[in-house]
């Protein structure tokens, strides 16, 4: 029963699910999301990949401790709000993916961030997650998190068509 489903342990959730460059299928709270950003999977990579500027993105994501930088097994600490998230990298391929899991409250997640170039050099940024824990579907459900992801795209994507407005000479937003 989903319900009381636990999920794998934090270290094979990393290993063998966020490390292969998926999520827990089989977790009670699973989403998938994705946008459309006109401008290159390079610009889109630079801010997904610096988290001391996901604040800078979205008010309310900050970083509290990174002290490896962004690297496949580095960990770190963020916050969302006021949850605090202790966090490692899994995946870190440039340009491509930005995988890690975490772990807040005793709910173990898997975090994939996947950006695919389209033929006329935008980005689709795909997210997808799970997250596990006994009861977490009772205070955590799959639309909330879909929610939340849509913010965040939102906010990457202005950040980075506004960065690409800006780099053809216009004047920034604001």
Do not use: N
């Amino acid at each position: 029963m989903k319900l009381l489903y636990r999920g794998p342990s934090r270290q094979t959730l990393h290993d063998q699910f966020a490390k292969r460059r998926r999520i827990d299928a089989d977790a009670p709270v699973v989403s998938a999301s994705e946008t459309r950003i006109e401008a290159p999977p390079e610009r889109v990579w630079r801010i997904i990949a610096d988290p001391s500027g996901w604040s800078s993105v979205l008010p309310g994501r900050r970083i509290v401790r990174l002290d490896d930088g962004v690297t496949e097994d580095a960990e770190f600490i963020w916050a969302m709000g006021r949850t605090t998230i202790r966090s490692r990298f899994a995946v870190v391929d440039a340009g491509r993916e930005l995988t890690w899991t975490g772990v807040a409250m005793g709910v173990k997640a898997v975090d994939r961030q996947v950006l695919t170039a389209t033929p006329d050099g935008g980005t689709v940024l795909r997210i997808e997650e799970s997250m596990a824990a006994p009861l977490v579907r009772l205070l955590f459900s799959p639309g909330k998190l879909r929610a939340q992801h849509g913010i965040w795209l939102a906010a990457v994507k202005a950040a980075a068509e506004d960065r690409a407005r800006v780099g053809a000479g216009a004047q920034p937003r604001g």
